[in-house]
């Protein structure tokens, strides 16, 4: 496990939070898709012409 890069706390009153930063060693993506309200797929968009 690599070395945390900071090590800080948050408090709230008598609630102590320690957080750790580490540096990321990997890059990843997240993807989103919408569906539709009746069922699992995607919806389907026609296309439009902004002059006419």
Do not use: C, N, W
Request: no cysteine; hydrophobic share 40%; glycine share 10%.
């Amino acid at each position: 496990m690599p070395a945390a890069v900071r090590k800080l706390a948050i408090s709230f009153g008598m609630v102590y939070i320690p957080i750790s930063l580490y540096t990321a060693v990997q890059e990843k993506g997240i993807g989103f898709h919408q569906i539709t309200r009746d069922g699992m797929r995607q919806p389907r968009f026609k296309g439009f012409r902004s002059d006419a």
